[in-house]
């Protein structure tokens, strides 16, 4: 009796060493006040530059009829926020041009100090895809940025004929001082394509 005893405690011990070591799942849904706060004071780096906008210039109030309206495509569909460090993790996707209804998703992380953002850094830029295929790929993205896990091996160098992330690519990074994507290339090749694909018609 005494040795089956002691047989159940270990194996208890034992499950329980197996959960502690398992990853908990990452990243909530915010309502929609919260959602819509966060977007407005992101929108500006996540979203298009406006027309007739620069960098150096998009935060004029002149451009913020545009700014709503790019806010309204956008969505944030994970959130995660780190107690220790106050970095805060998100999710973000809006439509793609595309012949089918597609999306992407962006990967941010940021930190804030009272209402200004003193961080931010989008992490990556899925392909477009169809939402349940995003909901998933993207999911799995976002768990890895959040535990630090390393993304390089799903960048479109290295993850073959599965698509994942878009950029960074070998010629296009985040830049963080300027909060934005640069390219080594003359033209972005974001912009590229999707100016291609608006005078095609052709879906990727």
């Not at 913020?64 to 106050?86: N, S």
Request: hydrophobic share 35%; aromatic share 10%; charged share 30%.
């Amino acid at each position: 009796m005494r040795i089956c005893l002691l047989t159940l405690i270990s194996l208890a011990a034992l499950l329980t060493s197996c959960e502690r070591s398992k990853p908990s799942p990452v990243g909530q849904k915010l309502d929609a006040q919260q959602a819509d706060l966060l977007l407005s004071q992101i929108i500006r780096y996540v979203g298009h530059l406006a027309p007739r906008a620069t960098h150096q210039t998009k935060f004029d109030t002149a451009f913020d009829r545009f700014y709503a309206a790019e806010a309204r495509k956008h969505r944030i569909d994970l959130y995660h926020k780190e107690d220790q460090t106050g970095t805060i993790y998100l999710l973000v996707t809006r439509p793609a041009p595309s012949l089918q209804v597609k999306r992407v998703a962006i990967g941010i992380e940021m930190r804030m100090i009272n209402d200004s953002i003193a961080y931010y850094r989008e992490v990556f830029r899925t392909w477009k895809m169809p939402e349940e295929v995003l909901a998933k790929k993207g999911r799995f993205l976002f768990e890895k940025m959040v535990r630090g896990e390393d993304l390089s091996p799903y960048y479109p160098q290295h993850s073959g004929e599965e698509e994942y992330i878009e950029f960074p690519d070998p010629h296009t990074h985040f830049d963080v001082e300027q909060r934005r994507w640069v390219t080594t290339l003359k033209v972005h090749p974001e912009a590229l394509r999707e100016q291609f694909e608006r005078s095609s018609g052709k879906d990727k």
